[in-house]
Nanobody, 116 residues
Framework: QVQLVESGGGLVQPGGSLRLSCEAS????????MGWYRQAPGKQRELVAS???????NYADSVKGRFTISRDNAKKTLYLQMNSLKPEDTAVYYC??????????WGQGTQVTVSS
């Protein structure tokens, strides 16, 4: 059963914007702190943004001020608004629970490529 489906990636020029979505087919979605992760070629997967059940957000220094994470619990959907994109933001982006114990199998992710 597919549980996390990411979408919204694509090719964008430096300075451009994208909005990623993650549809979660999990029970009690609102009870989980959620995060957006990314993995660039040859690098480990890293957490770039997270949002608590109360809606509090946290960002990696590399994306602070440019990315905004949000959630719609009624739709069981997580979002990542990405502005002022840079080539170093190029990666496959994934969503998942923040707590390791709550993690679901990783989805296929969505490719974001920032290039002129």
């Amino acid at each position: 059963q597919v549980q996390l489906v990411e979408s919204g990636g694509g090719l964008v020029q430096p300075g451009g914007s994208l909005r990623l979505s993650c549809e979660a087919s999990v029970a009690f979605f609102s009870a989980y702190a959620m995060g957006w992760y990314r993995q660039a070629p040859g690098k480990q997967r890293e957490l770039v943004a997270s949002i608590t059940t109360a809606g509090n957000t946290n960002y990696a220094d590399s994306v602070k001020g440019r990315f905004t994470i949000s959630r719609d619990n009624a739709k069981k959907t997580l979002y990542l608004q990405m502005n002022s994109l840079k080539p170093e933001d190029t990666a496959v982006y994934y969503c998942n629970m923040v707590a390791t114990a709550n993690r679901r199998p990783w989805g296929q992710g969505t490719q974001v490529t920032v290039s002129s």
